[in-house]
């Protein structure tokens, strides 16, 4: 017969942190009962405890509460004298992080304020598409147009994808990670036990070689420590960065931006912009000056036929023409009282442009390899009227079309001149590029890696009888 319990309830107890039934009479829980209670209790600790990790820890969480992670005791920051940046650091570590937000803070988004100084007439590509749209059409593939962008999901070239997403450094206590949550991507920081993370917001350079980034905070604009280089498909640390350093206090002058964008206002040094009023890429208007009044004309006047208020580089002289393309392509320059956008076609360089000292103007530089400096000592350049357009139209993306520049170098050369005619006869057409104006590293463009430092090749634009080049073709066209 089943013997009846009567079980009659009178409080509670704690028990190792878990609240529990205490019984009177009858048979209370048995011991492997309060074994499975505890063990219920440990779990929901641990659960307790983990959340509260997260919450401290997790930079997404803490994103959406508007805050970052905390530093933690060991790790030391101080502010620089300027308070500009603040450094992060381990004392017994060379490693060191630059930010210019406080350790434990976020960028601050994009600056909503209104512009300082007035456009002086920049519009943008698009606004050429109506009127334009053959040449819009080709022209927005083309680098001019590419070399700044809104860093969407879409557009940067890296991979976010698990095990294709980091960047590690020679330091394993740094590295760095590329998120993505929804549209936003993000640069994660790993400085020992502590980290943060940086929104991409533009894409800076077109991808040929590679691609760097940069983010806004407030009003300021910087660059992000990793950038991704298109031979390898990989994450290398941007040029000029120290392998094992995280790196996001570096300001994007005014003199970066007059080679990146069509225009922005400048508010104050050394990156002080106003957000809103920046127009990506560089845009029909670089080379044929502001539209606003062109466009403003030709709508009141729809059947005038002869272009108003814009300039036709190839009706200018061949050092006119030199200089709408000098105002990016050739060093040794910086804008006059860091006042960019000032240059307009028909201008001379020297009007809006100092020299910087200390670098000879036919040397490479980190970004340009100086195609104007290098294409000046060329016979080519000096024995005739030729500019960059008679190889380059600035309107259309022929980016390694080797034959297709070959068959410009024809029009003024004769195939049956070439030294090489006899070893590779026809073949000659397709490729005069390789052997007279190589791809060469350039000592004045080094990556650090954590295995070690890069030299990325960058196109040589002095023509010239290169006899290392030609051995170097000769020797692939063998194969």
């Not at 959406?64 to 004392?91: A, H």
């Not at 020679?170 to 991507?185: A, C, I």
């Not at 120290?242 to 964008?261: E, K, M, Q, T």
């Not at 309107?395 to 049956?416: A, M, T």
């Amino acid at each position: 017969m089943r013997r009846n319990l009567t079980i009659a309830f009178v409080g509670l107890v704690v028990v190792m942190g878990g609240w529990y039934l205490l019984f009177s009479a009858g048979e209370g829980p048995d011991q492997a009962e309060m074994a499975k209670l505890r063990q219920r209790d440990a779990k929901r600790r641990a659960a307790v405890q983990e959340a509260e990790r997260r919450s401290k820890t997790d930079l997404a969480l803490l994103s959406e509460q508007g805050r970052g992670q905390e530093l933690p005791e060991y790790l030391v920051s101080e502010i620089d004298r300027e308070g500009n940046f603040w450094f992060v650091g381990k004392p017994d570590s060379v490693a060191g992080v630059q930010i210019p937000f406080a350790p434990g803070r976020l960028p601050l988004p994009p600056a909503d304020t209104e512009p300082l100084n007035p456009n002086p007439g920049f519009l943008g590509a698009e606004a050429c598409r109506d009127c334009h749209k053959d040449k819009y059409d080709s022209f927005i593939d083309t680098a001019h147009h590419r070399t700044t962008r809104l860093a969407l999901p879409d557009e940067v070239a890296g991979s976010f994808e698990e095990g294709s997403n980091r960047m590690n450094t020679g330091d394993p206590n740094v590295f760095f990670t590329m998120k993505q949550r929804g549209e936003d991507l993000y640069q994660s920081v790993q400085f020992f036990d502590w980290g943060f993370e940086v929104p991409f917001d533009i894409i800076i350079g077109s991808s040929k070689m590679a691609e760097s980034y940069l983010y806004w905070h407030g009003d300021q604009l910087f660059q992000m420590n990793c950038t991704h280089l298109t031979e390898g498909d990989e994450w290398i640390n941007s040029p000029g960065f120290i392998d094992g350093d995280a790196i996001y206090a570096r300001p994007i002058r005014s003199g970066c931006l007059d080679c990146h964008v069509t225009y922005v206002d400048y508010r104050k040094s050394a990156n002080h912009y106003t957000p809103k009023s920046m127009i990506l890429g560089i845009s029909c208007e670089r080379c044929h000056g502001p539209g606003k009044q062109h466009v403003d004309y030709h709508i009141a006047h729809p059947e005038a036929k002869q272009s108003q208020h814009m300039k036709v580089p190839s009706k200018l002289s061949r050092q006119a023409q030199m200089d709408v393309c000098g105002q990016c392509h050739t060093t040794k320059k910086a804008p006059i009282d860091e006042q960019a956008f000032q240059f307009r076609p028909g201008d001379q360089l020297s009007d809006h442009y100092e020299p910087i000292e200390g670098k000879d103007e036919s040397l490479n530089s980190v970004h340009t390899s100086n195609q104007v400096g290098r294409l000046s000592l060329s016979q080519c350049f000096q024995n005739s009227e030729m500019g960059c357009v008679e190889c380059h139209d600035p309107h259309r993306n022929e980016r390694g079309n080797l034959e297709l520049f070959s068959q410009r170098c024809l029009e003024c050369h004769q195939q049956e001149h070439c030294g090489m005619q006899g070893q590779l006869g026809d073949r000659l057409a397709g490729n005069c590029i390789d052997c007279h104006m190589p791809v060469r590293a350039s000592k004045n463009l080094q990556v650090e890696t954590n295995q070690g430092n890069i030299f990325p090749p960058l196109r040589d634009h002095y023509i010239r009888v290169d006899q290392e080049a030609t051995d170097q073709f000769l020797k692939r066209d063998s194969k």
